[in-house]
């Protein structure tokens, strides 16, 4: 199925295999796609300690999505709460989620009902993992137990 604009989001610390594979759904589902990126304050709320500011995960973004998506169409926004643009516009029609993040869905629905928005259909991908069979993340590179393609890094 084909939208006209989906969302989706995260910390997009350090780039990794896992964001590649959210962002080529996205793409592949949405006309636009809506990005959310977790604030340097929302992420500390979240216990999460990004080792990039902001500023500097969306320029990293940008020149992955310039890479890898050119001539796309898509919107960066900033995000305080796990509700982003999502939620606040109607014209998103879709939602592209992990199993993780999965669960907050009928709660924005909710949130968009009470606005009289229509709920957002969910497309849902499975976790990129790493060769220990493990899902890639952002925690485990800066950690240093993997790579961003999933690798194990000697300890």
Do not use: C, W
């Not at 939208?3 to 592949?28: C, N, Q």
């Not at 998103?92 to 009928?106: D, F, L």
């Amino acid at each position: 199925m084909r939208y006209k604009r989906v969302a989706t989001g995260g910390t997009f610390d350090h780039i990794h295999k896992g964001h590649i594979k959210l962002l080529e759904r996205s793409f592949e589902v949405g006309d636009e796609v809506v990005i959310g990126v977790t604030s340097d304050e929302f992420a500390a709320k979240e216990g999460k300690k990004p080792d990039f500011p902001y500023d500097q995960r969306v320029r990293q973004l940008e020149s992955l999505l310039q890479d890898r998506f050119p001539g796309r169409k898509y919107v960066i926004a900033k995000l305080y709460d796990y509700f982003g643009p999502g939620i606040a516009s109607p014209d998103v029609e879709a939602i592209v989620v992990t199993r993780e993040t999965s669960s907050r869905v009928p709660i924005a629905n909710k949130m968009r009902e009470e606005r009289g928005y229509p709920p957002l259909k969910v497309v849902g991908i499975d976790n990129v993992l790493a060769k220990d069979g493990n899902p890639i993340s952002s925690t485990r590179i800066r950690n240093g137990e993997i790579d961003a393609e999933g690798n194990l890094l000697a300890p």
